[in-house]
């Protein structure tokens, strides 16, 4: 929906209601701001969008340039047609390379300014800009970014059942059968519903599995689309996932059966884990920004720390010391040739922004010039830092790198079918059909 790896840490590892104003002509004056409202959008709601937002009011304050940003859970349906449509934002934060490649094919999306080119290749990796480029020109710079494949659980929980930090993928089966057992409760806990995205968060289990069972040059053909959905490393990948979200005596803890993975939101595993009654969910570091807004068992905000309320390991690989990863984030594409326009997009790529954001909390940037220990704890200080390390190898989230009719189509629809019980067999082959329309 888009992985930390100093050996192979796939990094790269973490909607839209846009009101056109297209036809407006805008006028900057002497001072430099701008006498209109700069029309942002993207998929980022709730608490998120409220901070984002925040953030933008500083550019407003320093610029006198006004900015409104609007969040859409359909976004990735509804943006293109948009576009499409002579709607477009003056600004879309785009979490999909495969769907910004589709709003290129538009000609619409403006080319940035050599300056926003510029603060790219000085503040991140090559790979964030390939990331943001289509055939080899570039469109978009890279906002924020998450670290995804990590596994939240209760240290404290933990500790009181004896059990341990797994080290592989064989361990963390077996630690789900123990808790199980000392429990009689299910551990896992899982949410696919995010409106029309639903089921991108089974989409980044599957990839952590390709990634680690398969390895990544596997992962890097099945991005290609030369490895196909119904070639054996996926199955692999969706029978390992399937060992856990399809057993009905591991999840899903505090929401009911299997099938209610479907209906229950991404983020309101974060309650759970916090307050005690699920042991373990699989989300980005991301989640994060949720545990701000939930309590503990207490009745308090849950402490993130390796001894605290919450805190997270990396999802393990299939042998003891493997560390792949992957990661996603969102890209900043402009449809205006205005200057105000093109001043925020030249903002959001510096360190300033990054500080900005980051600084109220739940949130990482891969940006190298960011302070990143400006983050709102010590597991997103490290997450970040992660990211900026130039000797992180880098994996993008790899439905965000498909195609859109595959990445945000066929693979999320398939994942919702899978868990309401289509067999895998049928699930991969309707996949893999994506790639047809």
Known sequence: MGKPKRM?????????????????????????????????????????????????????????????????????????????????????????????????????????????????????????????????????????????????????????????????????????????????????????????????????????????????????????????????????????????????????AGFGDVKSINSTAFADVAAKVADGSCAMTHQASFLSSNFLTVKNKDGKTPTIAPDGDVYAFLLPGVTEGSSSVEAGGEFVASFSKDASVQKLQEWMTTPEFADTRVKLGGVISANNGADASLASSQFLTDAMKTLQDKDTVSRFDASDLMPATVGSGSFWKGMVNWIDGTPTEQVLSAIQAGYNN
């Open 8 to 252: 192979l840490i796939p990094l790269a590892v973490v909607g839209i209601v846009g009101l056109a104003l297209t036809g407006c002509t805008d006028s900057t004056n002497a001072g430099g701001s701008s006498s209109r409202t700069i029309q942002v959008s993207g998929g980022i709601t709730g608490d998120e969008a409220t901070k984002l937002q925040q953030t933008f009011d500083k550019f407003t304050k320093e610029t006198g340039t006004k900015v409104k940003y609007t969040g859409d859970k359909g976004f990735e349906g509804n943006i293109v047609t948009k576009v499409s449509g002579g709607s477009a934002p003056d600004i879309a934060i785009v979490p999909q390379p495969g769907l910004l490649k589709t709003l290129v094919g538009t000609n619409d999306v403006v080319k940035p300014s050599s300056t926003v080119e510029s603060n790219v290749e000085k503040y991140w990796s090559s790979s964030w800009k390939g990331y943001g480029s289509v055939d080899g020109t570039f469109y978009a710079a890279p906002m924020l970014a998450n670290v995804k494949g990590y596994v939240w659980y209760s240290p404290a929980q933990f500790k009181e059942w004896g059990v341990s930090v797994p080290k592989t993928y064989a361990d963390l089966l077996s630690l789900t059968k123990t808790i199980r057992d000392k429990t009689g409760q299910a551990p896992w806990c899982a949410g696919f519903a995010s409106g029309d995205a639903s089921g991108w968060p089974g989409t980044d289990w599957i990839e952590d599995l390709v990634l680690r069972q398969a390895g990544p040059d596997t992962y890097d053909q099945w991005v290609a689309g030369k490895v196909k959905f119904t070639d054996q490393p996926i199955a692999d990948a969706f029978d390992s996932v399937g060992k856990i979200l399809l057993d009905p005596d591991y999840v899903n």
